[in-house]
Structures are given as structure tokens and as C-alpha cells.
């Protein structure tokens, strides 16, 4: 039995209500000490799961009017009894109310603590817990979707299913290992490579997705870069919807690195409006050019706006080249002035089909650049989910990557006839991969790290 801990469940700040949460098998003796309900009964008196109103109380003073809630374990979220009090949401009430609880016996919660009881509970496994921290720090629909299947147990279903059919050829093994003088029917070397190319099909299909979950989660990391004055500020306010960057006719405005966040159709980005790129001899400046140089060197999406109504630099061609073999879009602005620009040449370098023609002065172009972000993102073969979850933790990407190459090696095992217990290796190391998922396999100070990172109250 752990001891009973207590934190904010709420931001801190001036708000209508602050949440206080306890957890643990204490959590209501010590609700009983801090608060009188306005009944005159003792709280643990109140029938569960119903909001008591009353005073919380030190000594004869009396320091909030509150609302308090018990919920009995094993159904809560921690499995344990967890008391929620409910007071105003300033600074003064809370932190006088946390520190009377800590006072009569409460100790704070580390991080995470609440969901990783549930995790030990068993309430949840390591993915779904995992999901709770990416369902509070979803910055678009898409995202918390994303995030809701997993808490619901989408790809932890998966990853069962997977180990299962792993448990299975493993067992089979095994007794034909440990018992030879057996009459027992072995699985074949023929009905081990059909099952393990189904698993690597499943995990293929898992990798495949996982690009397009780890954008939704973290958000497309985009840099719109270009020699100065051909639009770039411009297109950053024009998607922004606002005046975000300063936009002139004088060029080598933008010195400095502008970072903003927008939501694209669901797709957060994070967008850099980078100083132009070109030779100068302003110290600024060409500072602001080499951090747009670290920025090209490390974005998810490259867009490089050029002018129309001009003649393609030796810079610029220079930018194609650099851009050839990334994810990029290039962009051909001022569209409303007579086109000057050499569209063939830009083809030498770029697909038709990563080239848009725009006006942001007109607002011309801009949904055909938005479809064409989403488009890159989802996968033009994108049809929804299906079968495979989408996977967005790095953890588990990983984790999946490690189970692909040991099922890639138990199919050479199996397809030299290697023995039995050689292809029990690699089978076993495929069931170990997805464990780390479900956290069945996985090192204690991993998960300590992983919890590390989750907010207090949660």
C-alpha cells in the first residue's frame, strides 16, 4: 500500500476554481481533518461520488468555502480512494489548502505520480499512460484524437495481439525443445515464416503511420526560407492570419529567427520566418542568415518562396539544389506582377506537383499550398486508420523499429532452417520490443524517466 499523496490538479493562477487532489488509503481521514462539511456530519460519513459542501478550516479559522468530492478505489482513476477538493482558483486558498494537508500527513506528489499508480495499478499500461500527458498537450482535433485512441487502447490491443501470436510459435518451440521424445506436433519451418511475415506486414503498417502520428504530435516543424524581399514575412502573416512579422520593401527586414504556432487543417506547425539568404556585409544580418541556415539543416518541411517577377539568382538556383532531395514546397510569388522568372529551370530541380504559383498580396494560392501541406503530411494513399493505430511517441516507434529487424532476422533464421532454439532468440527479442510498449519489458529508471516528464496533478 503506497502513502496518500496530494496535489494541484489545476493551473496556478487566478481562476474561478483550483482543484486540490489526494490519493491513497489516508486520503479521507485526512479530507476529515481540513474540512467540515456544512451537513455537520463527518465527510466520511457522505456517500461516495457525491460533492459535499462545507468549510475548509485551520483550527477555528476558516480559510475557503469549498465543494469535496471522495471516490472510493478500486474505481478511480489510481485504484486507490482519491478526495478532490474544490475551492477558489487563487493563488491564497490553494497553497494554504495543499499546505494544511501536507502539514497533517499528505506528501506531495512527485510528477506523474497519479497516472503512474495507475500504470503499477494496472489501471492502464505504460502506452495508455502515456497517452495522458499527449491528450493534455494536443495543440489541434487531429492530435487529441490521436492521443484519445491510444488512452482507449488502440495500439496497446495491437501490440497484445502481436505478442500473442509471438506466445504461440514460442510455446510450440519450446515444446518441442523440452520434450523431443514426445509424439507432439511441432509448427513447421514453413507455418513459422507465414506467421512472422504477417507480424512484419502488421509492424510495417505500424512504421507507416507513424510519420504522420509524430507530426500530429509534436507538429511539422516548418522553415520558409528565400533571398530577401520576395514574400517570405508576408506569407508567414498571411497564414498566421495576423501581423506577426514586419513586412517592408527594404530588403534584409527580417534579421532575427520568428517562431510562431497555427494549426493547418488539424496539422499543428511550427513555422520559422527566417532572415533572407544572401552575402552582406551587415554583422546582424548575416547572423540572422547562418541560423537560417541551422534551421534549413533540421526542418520537417522546407518552403522557398521566390519571386516571379524576377530573374532566378545564382543563390536561389543554389537553394534549389540544397532543397532537391528534402520535403519541400517551392513557392513562386507575386504572381499578380508580369512573370519574369524561369519556371523550366525551377522544374530541373523540383516535381510540378511541389511547385505553387501564389499572390499573397491577392490572397491567391494559399488553400492550394494548405491542401498540399496536409496532402504531404497524411500520404496521398492515406485512407484513415484501418487496422493500424497511429503511433506518435518516439518510444514506441523505436520500439517497433527494434521489433521489425529481430522479425526480419527470425525470417533469415527460419528461411536457412536454422534451429529451433536460434529462432527462439530472435522470436523472443521481437516479444521483448513490443513489451517496452505496453511497459511489460521495460527497465524500472525507464519509466521513472518517462513519468519525469509529466505535469503535477496528473
Known amino acids: 500500500m503506497y502513502d496518500t499523496i496530494v496535489a494541484i490538479g489545476t493551473p496556478l493562477g487566478e481562476s474561478a476554481i483550483g482543484i486540490i487532489r489526494l490519493s491513497g488509503e489516508k486520503a479521507v481521514a485526512l479530507a476529515d481533518k481540513v474540512f467540515q462539511p456544512k451537513s455537520g456530519r463527518p465527510f466520511k460519513d457522505h456517500p461516495p461520488r457525491t460533492m459535499v459542501y462545507g468549510h475548509v478550516v485551520e483550527g477555528e479559522e476558516v480559510i475557503d468555502e469549498v465543494l469535496t468530492l471522495y471516490m472510493k478505489g478500486p474505481a478511480t482513476y489510481t485504484r486507490e480512494d ?103 506436433v511441432e509448427m513447421t519451418y514453413q507455418e513459422i515464416k507465414s506467421v512472422l511475415e504477417d507480424i512484419q506486414a ?9 510519420e504522420t502520428g509524430k507530426v500530429l504530435r509534436e507538429g511539422l516543424h516548418t522553415v520558409i526560407v528565400g533571398k530577401p524581399n520576395v514574400g517570405k514575412s508576408s506569407l508567414m502573416n498571411a497564414l498566421l492570419r495576423e501581423s506577426r512579422a514586419i513586412v517592408t520593401d527594404i530588403p534584409g527586414t527580417t534579421r532575427d529567427i520568428i517562431e510562431e504556432h497555427l494549426n493547418i487543417r488539424g496539422i499543428p506547425l511550427k513555422i520559422v520566418d527566417t532572415a533572407g539568404i544572401r552575402e552582406t556585409e551587415d ?35 543554389r537553394m534549389l539544389e540544397l532543397v532537391r532531395e528534402r520535403n519541400a514546397l517551392v513557392l513562386i510569388n507575386k504572381t499578380d506582377l508580369p512573370q519574369i522568372i524561369d519556371e523550366k529551370r525551377i522544374l530541373e530541380f523540383v516535381a510540378e506537383d511541389r511547385l505553387i504559383r501564389i499572390s499573397i498580396t491577392r490572397e491567391h494560392g494559399l488553400d492550394a ?62 516479444y521483448e520490443a513490443l513489451g517496452e510498449i505496453s511497459g511489460d519489458t521495460i527497465e524500472d529508471d525507464v519509466i521513472a524517466k518517462i513519468f519525469s516528464n509529466f505535469c503535477l496533478g496528473k
Open 369 to 430: 499550398l494548405e491542401e498540399k501541406i496536409v496532402a504531404m503530411v497524411y500520404g496521398a494513399d492515406f485512407k484513415g486508420q484501418g487496422e493500424n493505430p497511429l503511433i506518435s511517441n518516439v518510444r514506441h516507434i523505436g520500439a517497433v523499429h527494434r521489433a521489425l529487424a529481430h522479425t526480419r532476422e527470425a525470417l533469415s533464421s527460419t528461411g536457412q532452417g536454422m534451429p529451433y532454439d536460434f529462432i527462439e532468440v530472435d522470436i523472443k527479442n521481437i
Open 82 to 184: 482519491i478526495v478532490e477538493i474544490n475551492c477558489h482558483g487563487g493563488i491564497v486558498p490553494i497553497n494554504r489548502i495543499l499546505t494544511l494537508l501536507l502539514r497533517e500527513g499528505a506528501r506531495m506528489a512527485e510528477p506523474g505520480e497519479f497516472t503512474k499508480r495507475a500504470f503499477l495499478s494496472g489501471r492502464l499500461d505504460l502506452a495508455q499512460a502515456e497517452a495522458v500527458m499527449d491528450l493534455i498537450s494536443a495543440k489541434t482535433p487531429a492530435g487529441f484524437k490521436v492521443a484519445y485512441d491510444q488512452l482507449e487502447g488502440q495500439l496497446s490491443k495491437k501490440v497484445v495481439g502481436l505478442r500473442d501470436r509471438i506466445t504461440q510459435i514460442m510455446a510450440s518451440i519450446e515444446v518441442g525443445i523440452d520434450y523431443p521424445e514426445e509424439d507432439i
Open 202 to 210: 502488421e509492424l510495417d503498417g505500424m512504421l507507416k503511420s507513424a
Open 283 to 317: 554583422i546582424i544580418e548575416k547572423i540572422g542568415v547562418e541560423r537560417t541556415k541551422a534551421y534549413f539543416n533540421r526542418a520537417d518541411l522546407i518552403i522557398l518562396v521566390l519571386s516571379g517577377a524576377e530573374d532566378l539568382t545564382l543563390d536561389e538556383e
